[in-house]
Every structure is written in C-alpha cells, then in structure tokens.
C-alpha cells in the first residue's frame, strides 16, 4: 500500500507529538533518496527520523539502527547541515489532504537573526521530493530539482517561489457527508465498481481503503455499481460517516497484515481490515514508525545494496557467460575428438594400399580390412598430395584430435572451477549488507583477477584490506556460530579461525556460506547441530527451499587444494542434514 493522505494524517500526528521542541543536532545522506535528520530532546531520548522519497516507498518515519554513510556527504546534505542543524522543530503537519508534510524548523540566518525554515516532504512515488524553504516560502534547494525539460507544469529550483504540487479534480473527503456521497453514487456510471468509483472521487484515498469502504458496505470488496441496491447505498454513507469520524477523531492505530499462509508481510493500513476474511492476519504495532519500518526496511535494504552491487554484479555476469560459452564451446570440441580412431583407421588403410594409389587421385575404393566382411570403402583424397601424404594427413588429424582432447579436458576442468567459483561470488553478492562487505568482495575479485585494478572504485583504499565481519549468531543453548559473507571469509573463518574440534557446515552441493559452529571444548547438543545447520541453509541459494540437505564434519576433516579459487574446499567424511531454512528463527539467533 502506498502511503495514502489519510494514513499520513495519522504519521504526522504521531511524528508532531514526539518531534515539537526537539533540536536537529546530525544530518546524514546514506542515500541518493534519503535523508536521515537525528534528533535530540523531547520524548524518548534521541531519535532518528528517516525522509525517503525512493520512487516505490516515500515514506517519513523513525528508524533504530544508524544507516552506513558515504565517505563524502552530498552537496544536499552539506546544504542541510547548513541550514538546519542545530535548529528547534517547532512542528510537523500535513497541508489539507496530502500526501506530504512540513518540518517547520526555529533557526537563524548566517547573521544570527531568528528565522523559520520549511523542510517539505512530498511523498507522491516517483515524483517525490524533499524541498528546502526559507522563511519568504522561496526554495533554497531540493533534493531532486525539476526545471522545465522534466515538468512543464511545476519547477522545483533554487531561488523559485515554492508551489503546491497541481490539485487532482477530486473531492475532499472531510467536505462530503455520508448522504451526498450515497446520492452520488447513484448517480454514477454503471459500468464501473464501487471501489474503483470511490477512487477516483476522494482526495487522498488509497485503493485499499476503497475496497474496504465497499467491502463494509456491500460486502464485496469490488461491487460492480449496477448491482448496488438501496439499502447498498444507504449502507454506504453510514460506513463512510463512521469512518470519517475514526479519522477525525484521531483513533488511528498502526496495523500490519501479514499472510496466513507464509507469514510473509503483505500490507499496511491505519484501521482494522476485514476484506480478506481470514487470508491475511492483522496485528496492531507499536506506533506507525515501527509499522512502516516493519513494511519498508527489509525491503528497501535490499534495493539499496542492488544500486550498489550493480556494476559488480554485471562484471561478474558477464564474465561468467563469457567462460560459459568458452566452456560449451570446449565441450563441443571435445565431442568432435571422440571420432579420431576413424582418422587412423583412414590414414592405415591408404598405407596398406598404396601399390595401386597415385598423386592427382581424389578418392580411392580400398578393401577396410578391420571390418567383419571386408567390404570396400571409399576414401576421399587430397589431388595436391602423394598418396604417402595423404596418408599422413590423416594420421596428423588423428594426432591432433588426441592432443585436443588431453588439453580440451584440463581446460574444460579449469572452465568449469572458474564458473563455480564465479557462481558463488554471484551467490556472495547477495550476502552484502554494507560497503565494507562490497569492499572485501572488490578485493577479493581484484586478487582473483576478475577485476582489474583500475576498477577498483576507491583509489585511496587501494591497497588496504577491507576490514568487513561475518555474519554471527548464538544458539539456543548458548553456541556461537559464524557464517562467511564472501570467499575470503569462508577461506579465514575455515582455514584460519576455527579450531580442528569445531564444526563445519555448509549445503550439499548448492552455493553458500562456509559455517562454522564453535563448540570450545564442548559436546554441541542436537538443538545447536540444527540450528547451525538451519543458518547454512539459509545463507545459500537454497533459502527459499525446503528440506536443503548440509554437510557437517569436523573443521579438521575440511582441506583446500594446492592452487584452489578462493571459497573451494575438499571433505570426504561428513554427515547430511536436511533442514528448512526460516528468516525469523535465523534472524532472532543474529548477534551481529
């Protein structure tokens, strides 16, 4: 669900409760579309209030965790800081019914003269934005600027007076009674539904409230208008009277819904929903900063490490196509040099009859001894050559085809270790949480001569390791288990960190993580075996699957072969385990 005016209104309330008197003491860029304001007095202590405008979830909110920053902060965010830092939020609101509020900010101005500030946030998918305004409401910058090449209508540009985004042609909701809106409808045309109707009349309404609306009235959450009878209509503007009041009278509460089937996180909404009767599970959260970030964080975290591992994950593509059509290429070669014994066979039968063979000849019908009946064949001659020489050619083409196949199969087995290991670096790719992680996987890539040198992007970093951790969880009874990110990690954590007693685990056959259960001298119980092993499932491409069989042995039984791609290891003596990986057990053993 897109973050609609009415669900806004409820935001900002709840921002505005919290944030009115606080100070801006930090301001932060991690990303291209987001900005970080961190906060001091006021309720509860410091905050974070994140302002994103991502084209898929513009969204206002407060985050726990501090977000990973740039080396060099953007020219925006250097503005901010200029503008806005050490200044008094004196309140949050939301003009009229839309999608956006304003940050209004107590500050002085480069002589020391108080002044207000407007921080403005429109968040409107991909024409979202966040804008500076000074006190005469003319824009100081924007993140994103539109000049008249973009929008034709409405520019957004430094030293322009600030405008209000162009008004839709529909109604305010706070402005319409029950009694008009069920007279209106019946007065609509018929070919449409209910909820598509209510869409495109109400200002500030998202397509799930409209199909709630018409759910609660009608019972059909998409009712076709031309069925609606009276006592629908009717219906109608009572449900919509009683909504308006839920909302005017501030007794939103945040509610996440959530699938019944997979638990997997679906939707988000400000009041109980009921159209899905019983395929979705409804719970209320704590405030609607946790609702939103229940809804956008994963999400979002995932989407930014892909703009950032962007240009890896094309390198890395496309060098593994290009071995896998050197490898195919090879195969096909090698499949032509099983055929060789018939150039022998050819090259001994022109020797055997040379007596009645002359120069000039383009074939010959020669008696094929090495069949059963001896009968004659017919062999295709080279006129430029000796008969002594085409029988040589032969025996050259039969030697070559053996040479090709000794050195087709070494460099088929070769292609085939460099596309392994290119799969696992692409499996790696997707294990990267953070700069540093990507920095380890440069460096990695860079040794193994993926990348060259002059890719690397930080010049001044060059050189120096990157100093990135592995994943690390406890299990229920108190193990510690660590999983690599990368292949270098795998090789340290394996080769390096774990003692000989620990445990190694990692999927059968499937690219993944190396884990390593640390047992200190102790006999691990079956609860940690399970949970190791359902931690190795998980950081693999198995993760979505069910029953992924993992090895596990003793770290002592794991060896690297002399020569070895980064990652690769050899094990002869394991067990397999068979385990169905799940994100909320994994995620509530994670330390780090």
């Given at each position: 669900?897109?973050?609609?005016?009415?669900?806004?209104?409820?935001?900002?309330?709840?921002l505005?409760?919290?944030?009115?008197?606080?100070?801006?003491e930090k301001?932060?860029?991690?990303?291209r579309d987001e900005?970080?304001?961190?906060?001091?007095?006021?309720?509860?202590?410091?905050?974070?209030?994140?302002?994103?405008?991502a084209?898929g979830?513009?969204?206002v909110?407060?985050?726990?965790?501090?977000?990973?920053?740039?080396?060099?902060?953007?020219?925006?965010?250097?503005?901010?800081?200029?503008?806005?830092?050490g200044a008094?939020?004196?309140?949050?609101?939301?003009p009229?019914?839309?999608?956006?509020?304003?940050?209004?900010?107590?500050?002085?101005?480069?002589?020391?003269?108080?002044?207000?500030?407007?921080?403005?946030?429109e968040l409107?998918?991909?024409?979202s934005?966040?804008?500076l305004?000074?006190?005469?409401?003319r824009?100081?910058?924007?993140?994103?600027r539109i000049?008249?090449?973009?929008s034709?209508k409405?520019?957004?540009?430094?030293g322009?007076?600030y405008?209000?985004?162009?008004?839709?042609?529909?109604?305010?909701?706070?402005?319409v009674?029950?009694?008009?809106?069920?007279?209106?409808?019946?007065?609509?045309e018929?070919?449409?539904?209910?909820?598509?109707?209510l869409?495109?009349?109400?200002l500030?309404?998202?397509p799930?409230?409209?199909?709630?609306?018409?759910f609660?009235?009608?019972g059909?959450?998409?009712k076709?208008?031309?069925?609606?009878?009276?006592?629908?209509?009717?219906?109608?503007?009572?449900?919509?009277?009683d909504?308006?009041s839920?909302v005017?009278?501030?007794?939103?509460?945040?509610?996440?819904?959530?699938?019944?089937?997979?638990?997997?996180?679906?939707?988000?909404?400000?009041?109980?929903?009921?159209?899905?009767?019983?395929l979705?599970n409804?719970?209320?959260?704590?405030s609607?900063?946790?609702?939103?970030?229940?809804?956008?964080?994963?999400?979002?975290?995932?989407?930014?490490?892909?703009?950032?591992t962007?240009?890896?994950?094309?390198?890395?593509?496309?060098?593994r196509?290009?071995?896998a059509?050197?490898l195919?290429?090879?195969?096909?070669e090698?499949?032509?040099?099983?055929?060789?014994e018939?150039?022998?066979r050819?090259?001994?039968?022109?020797?055997a009859?040379?007596?009645q063979?002359?120069?000039?000849?383009?074939k010959?019908?020669v008696?094929?001894?090495?069949?059963e009946?001896?009968?004659?064949?017919?062999?295709?001659?080279d006129?430029?050559?000796?008969?002594?020489?085409?029988?040589?050619?032969?025996f050259?083409?039969?030697?070559?085809a053996?040479?090709?196949e000794?050195?087709?199969?070494?460099?088929?087995?070769?292609g085939?270790?460099?596309?392994?290991?290119?799969?696992?670096?692409?499996?790696?790719?997707g294990?990267a949480?953070?700069?540093?992680d990507?920095?380890?996987?440069r460096e990695?890539?860079?040794?193994?001569?993926?990348?060259?040198?002059?890719?690397?992007r930080?010049?001044?970093?060059r050189?120096?390791?990157?100093?990135?951790k592995?994943?690390?969880?406890?299990?229920?009874?108190?193990f510690?288990v660590?999983?690599?990110?990368?292949?270098?990690?795998?090789?340290?954590?394996?080769?390096?960190?774990?003692?000989k007693?620990?445990?190694?685990?990692?999927?059968?056959?499937?690219?993944?993580?190396?884990?390593?259960?640390?047992?200190?001298?102790r006999?691990?119980t079956?609860?940690?075996m399970?949970e190791?092993?359902?931690?190795?499932?998980?950081?693999?491409?198995?993760?979505?699957?069910?029953l992924?069989?993992?090895?596990?042995?003793?770290v002592?039984?794991?060896?690297?072969p002399?020569?070895?791609?980064?990652?690769?290891?050899?094990?002869?003596?394991?067990?397999?385990?068979?385990?169905?990986p799940?994100?909320?057990?994994?995620?509530?053993?994670?330390v780090?």
């Amino acid at each position: 669900m897109p973050l609609d005016a009415i669900c806004l209104r409820a935001v900002t309330n709840e921002l505005n409760n919290v944030l009115a008197g606080c100070r801006v003491e930090k301001v932060y860029q991690p990303d291209r579309d987001e900005i970080v304001l961190q906060t001091r007095g006021g309720q509860g202590g410091p905050r974070r209030l994140l302002l994103s405008i991502a084209a898929g979830s513009p969204r206002v909110h407060f985050i726990d965790a501090a977000r990973e920053n740039p080396a060099a902060p953007p020219m925006f965010c250097m503005l901010l800081r200029k503008h806005v830092q050490g200044a008094k939020i004196a309140a949050v609101s939301q003009p009229a019914v839309e999608r956006m509020l304003t940050i209004e900010l107590d500050t002085t101005d480069e002589m020391g003269v108080p002044c207000k500030k407007h921080l403005i946030c429109e968040l409107m998918g991909k024409h979202s934005n966040v804008i500076l305004c000074g006190e005469d409401n003319r824009i100081i910058d924007a993140l994103r600027r539109i000049d008249g090449d973009l929008s034709g209508k409405r520019q957004v540009l430094p030293g322009l007076f600030y405008r209000m985004p162009p008004a839709q042609d529909k109604h305010d909701p706070f402005t319409v009674s029950g009694t008009g809106l069920a007279a209106a409808v019946s007065q609509a045309e018929e070919g449409q539904t209910l909820d598509r109707w209510l869409l495109s009349q109400l200002l500030g309404f998202s397509p799930l409230l409209c199909r709630e609306l018409s759910f609660r009235a009608t019972g059909d959450a998409a009712k076709p208008i031309a069925r609606m009878t009276d006592e629908n209509r009717q219906q109608l503007g009572k449900v919509y009277d009683d909504f308006m009041s839920y909302v005017e009278d501030d007794r939103a509460k945040p509610f996440l819904l959530t699938k019944v089937e997979d638990g997997a996180v679906f939707d988000f909404t400000f009041l109980p929903v009921t159209q899905y009767e019983g395929l979705m599970n409804v719970t209320q959260a704590d405030s609607f900063s946790a609702l939103l970030a229940a809804f956008f964080e994963k999400k979002g975290k995932v989407e930014r490490m892909q703009r950032r591992t962007g240009d890896l994950h094309k390198t890395v593509t496309n060098a593994r196509d290009r071995v896998a059509r050197k490898l195919a290429a090879q195969k096909k070669e090698l499949a032509a040099t099983h055929n060789r014994e018939q150039y022998k066979r050819t090259g001994e039968l022109i020797t055997a009859n040379l007596y009645q063979l002359e120069k000039g000849m383009n074939k010959a019908k020669v008696v094929d001894y090495y069949a059963e009946n001896c009968p004659e064949v017919e062999i295709a001659l080279d006129v430029r050559l000796t008969p002594q020489q085409n029988a040589q050619k032969y025996f050259k083409l039969y030697n070559k085809a053996k040479t090709a196949e000794e050195v087709l199969t070494q460099q088929i087995e070769q292609g085939s270790a460099e596309l392994d290991y290119l799969d696992s670096v692409l499996a790696a790719l997707g294990e990267a949480e953070n700069e540093r992680d990507l920095a380890q996987l440069r460096e990695e890539l860079t040794q193994s001569g993926v990348l060259s040198a002059k890719q690397t992007r930080n010049k001044k970093l060059r050189g120096k390791p990157a100093q990135a951790k592995p994943f690390h969880y406890r299990t229920s009874d108190g193990f510690d288990v660590f999983a690599g990110k990368n292949n270098l990690q795998n090789d340290l954590l394996t080769l390096k960190t774990a003692f000989k007693s620990d445990i190694w685990f990692h999927t059968q056959k499937i690219h993944g993580s190396h884990v390593i259960l640390v047992t200190d001298g102790r006999e691990p119980t079956d609860e940690a075996m399970t949970e190791a092993a359902m931690i190795a499932a998980y950081h693999s491409r198995g993760r979505s699957s069910s029953l992924v069989p993992v090895d596990y042995t003793p770290v002592r039984q794991v060896k690297k072969p002399a020569g070895a791609k980064p990652g690769m290891v050899i094990y002869h003596v394991y067990q397999t385990a068979y385990v169905t990986p799940n994100e909320a057990e994994v995620e509530k053993l994670r330390v780090e």
